[in-house]
C-alpha cells in the first residue's frame, strides 16, 4: 500500500501567519485528499487535490484560506493562511489506492496549534 | 448530503471483553470503510467493507448495504485497541470522497 509522508508532524504558529503542509508519497496516486480534524472532532473533506489544475473545495472551504498545490502524481501543499486559533486542527493529506483501488490511506497527519 | 452516524459514542470496557461498534448511513452506498484512530493521531485502515462480512483477527466487520449499516466487532479487546473508530462512507457515487461518521471512543482498560 501507498507510503505518504507529512511534514511538519505539528507546529505552534502565530496568529496572522500562513504555514504550507506537504504531502510526498512513494508513489503515483489518481487521487489526492485533504481532511481537517478539529480536537474531539471527526474528520472534515476540505478538497480534492487535483494533479496540474485547481483543487476541487468542499463546501465551507475556500481556495483563498486554503490553497493547495499538486504539482504531480505524488506530492502535494495545503497552506493554511493567516490563521486564527480556531484553525488549531490536525490536518491530514489521504491518497485513493492502498491495499485496494478504492481504499483510503492516510498520512500520520500535521497537528497545527495556532495562538 | 449523507449522513453516518455511530453508536456508541463512548464505550470503555475490561480488557479480554467483546464489543460491538454500529454505523448508520442515511443512504446507498458504494463505498465503506473502517478506521482506527490511535492516540496519537494516525488512521489505520481496518477494512473496506461495502457489502458483506470480514475478518481480521480479533476483528470482524459486516455491512448490510440494503439497510443501510454496518457493524464492527471487537473480541478479547485488548488495551492497544484503544483510540476512537471511524466508519466513513463515500458522499457521492465515483468520487471517492469519503464522508466520516461520528467515530465511537474506545477505552480498554487492563
Not at chain 1, 504558529?13 to 481532511?35: A, E, H, K, N
Not at chain 1, 483563498?64 to 491530514?92: A, G, H, W
Request: with cysteine; aromatic share 10%.
Amino acid at each position: 500500500s501507498a507510503v505518504i509522508s507529512q511534514k511538519p508532524s505539528r507546529d505552534i504558529c502565530q496568529r496572522g501567519t500562513s504555514l504550507t503542509i506537504q504531502c510526498q508519497v512513494d508513489s503515483q496516486v489518481t487521487m489526492m485528499f485533504w481532511y481537517r480534524q478539529q480536537p474531539g472532532q471527526s474528520l472534515t473533506l476540505i478538497a480534492t487535490a487535483n494533479q496540474g489544475s485547481e483543487a476541487t473545495y468542499e463546501s465551507g472551504f475556500v481556495i483563498d484560506k486554503f490553497p493547495i498545490s499538486r504539482p504531480n502524481l505524488t506530492f502535494s501543499t495545503l497552506t493554511v493562511s493567516n490563521m486564527s486559533p480556531e484553525d488549531s486542527s490536525i490536518y491530514l493529506c489521504s491518497v485513493l489506492g492502498g491495499s485496494g483501488a478504492n481504499v483510503l490511506t492516510f498520512g500520520a497527519g500535521s497537528r497545527l496549534t495556532v495562538l | 448530503g449523507i449522513q453516518v452516524e455511530q453508536s456508541p459514542p463512548d464505550l470503555i470496557l475490561q480488557e479480554g471483553a467483546n464489543s460491538t461498534l454500529r454505523c448508520n448511513f442515511s443512504d446507498s452506498v458504494n463505498n465503506l470503510q473502517w478506521f482506527h484512530q490511535n492516540p496519537w493521531g494516525q488512521l489505520i485502515n481496518l477494512f473496506y467493507i461495502p457489502s458483506g462480512t470480514k475478518q481480521n483477527g480479533r476483528l470482524s466487520a459486516t455491512t448490510v448495504a440494503t439497510e443501510r449499516y454496518s457493524l464492527l466487532y471487537i473480541s478479547s479487546s485488548q488495551t492497544t485497541d484503544s483510540g476512537v473508530y471511524f466508519c466513513a462512507v463515500e458522499g457521492d457515487a465515483g468520487t471517492y470522497k469519503y464522508i466520516f461518521g461520528t467515530g465511537t471512543r474506545l477505552k480498554v482498560l487492563a
